[in-house]
Antibody, heavy 116, light 111 residues
Framework: EVQLVESGGGLVKPGGSLRLSCAAS????????MNWVRQAPGKGLEWVSSISSSSSYIYYADSVKGRFTISRDNAKNSLYLQMNSLRAEDTAVYYC?????????WGQGTLVTVSS | NFMLTQPHSVSESPGKTVTISCTRS????????VQWYQQRPGSAPTTVIYEDNQRPSGVPDRFSGSIDSSSNSASLTISGLKTEDEADYYCQSYDSSNQAVFGGGTKLTVL
């Protein structure tokens, strides 16, 4: 079964940092682009970042550029999102999703709350 | 960049057919594939249509997708509505920089 499991969410103060992880199983992780998508409470879906299968191509939404870093470890079947300089508006459920251009499947999400 | 505009909400009765639209603000709707995601309350999104009109394994054929170049829009049609179809639905495409663009979402009420 193809599965994605996120972890690493939690409560962090404004200006703080957090690292999210996404563990993949059931497919050849190294063959697929991967993505992070977030959803603020009561709001819609917002694409955050994408990384190609070999990490050659990386893209960020303007809202996180310069603060977030996406990475992956194909040997560990894992995707990461390093989030620095966090703001209240980064509060959201963060989902990882297999790419490239359509997201299938999605993980269950991990909640990040930025608050003092 | 472009925007994808969806109706905020739609409602229909069980057994009926409903269509949700997704209009692209600039550029051709046909230039990049459109996907549709279903999100039930409290759950992660799932894919119901990808590449304009393809259904993932396990998605019933009551769900179908199409694009219309004349209106520059994509549509998700759900026939034989069931109460379990009540959810938020999001369309998604991507731009020339491979950045994903999501519509604002449509709340489907089955009453």
């Amino acid at each position: 079964e193809v599965q994605l499991v996120e972890s690493g969410g939690g409560l962090v103060k404004p200006g703080g940092s957090l690292r999210l992880s996404c563990a993949a199983s059931g497919f050849t992780f190294s063959s697929y682009s991967m993505n992070w998508v977030r959803q603020a409470p009561g709001k819609g879906l917002e694409w955050v970042s994408s990384i190609s299968s070999s990490s050659s191509y990386i893209y960020y939404a303007d809202s996180v550029k310069g603060r977030f870093t996406i990475s992956r470890d194909n040997a560990k079947n894992s995707l990461y999102l390093q989030m620095n300089s966090l703001r209240a508006e980064d509060t959201a459920v963060y989902y990882c999703a297999r790419g490239p251009h359509y997201y299938l499947p999605w993980g269950q999400g991990t909640l990040v709350t930025v608050s003092s | 960049n472009f925007m994808l505009t969806q109706p905020h909400s739609v409602s229909e009765s069980p057994g009926k057919t409903v269509t949700i639209s997704c209009t692209r603000s600039s550029g051709s709707i046909a230039s990049n594939y459109v996907q549709w995601y279903q999100q039930r309350p409290g759950s992660a999104p799932t894919t119901v249509i990808y590449e304009d009109n393809q259904r993932p394994s396990g998605v019933p054929d009551r769900f179908s997708g199409s694009i219309d170049s004349s209106s520059n829009s994509a549509s998700l049609t759900i026939s034989g509505l069931k109460t379990e179809d009540e959810a938020d639905y999001y369309c998604q495409s991507y731009d020339s920089s491979n950045q994903a663009v999501f519509g604002g979402g449509t709340k489907l009420t089955v009453l």
